[in-house]
């Protein structure tokens, strides 16, 4: 069984930087791909970014590429999303998420089986 806690999230003025965490119970963490999505109201839930079970392969969207940094620490079991330059359109729910494959490199949410509880980033202009 996989849990999922994101925390970090908060309101942030354009500009500004958030740095988020997901923290992950259970053994297998160290060997899956984990990947961040956000959600905005009204909008369906997209694809931010994503890390191998190394580190050593990270993907975005190219919404946030240049802005945003995912990283991950396999011996706390914890993956970061770092947000810098934040825009306003980055204002979402987000959340941390595993795919039921755990070498699933996709962007495919629906292939996301294990999913935290989604941490609130709001970014005023």
């Known amino acids: 069984q996989v849990q999922l806690v994101e925390s970090g999230g908060g309101l942030v003025q354009a500009g500004g930087s958030l740095r988020l965490s997901c923290a992950a119970s259970?053994?297998?963490?160290?060997?899956?791909?984990m990947g961040w999505f956000r959600q905005a109201p009204g909008k369906e839930r997209e694809f931010v970014a994503g890390?191998?079970?190394?580190?050593?392969?990270?993907y975005y969207a190219d919404a946030v590429k240049g802005r945003f940094t995912i990283s991950r620490d396999n011996a706390k079991n914890t993956v970061y999303l770092q947000m810098n330059s934040l825009k306003p359109e980055d204002t979402a729910v987000y959340y941390c998420?595993?795919?039921?494959?755990?070498?699933?490199?996709?962007?495919?949410?629906?292939?996301?089986?294990?999913w935290g509880q989604g941490t609130q980033v709001t970014v005023s202009s």
């Open positions: 998420a595993r795919p039921t494959d755990p070498y699933y490199t996709g962007r495919n949410y629906e292939r996301y089986n294990y």
């Open positions: 259970g053994r297998t963490f160290s060997s899956s791909v």
């Open positions: 890390i191998s079970w190394r580190g050593a392969n990270t």
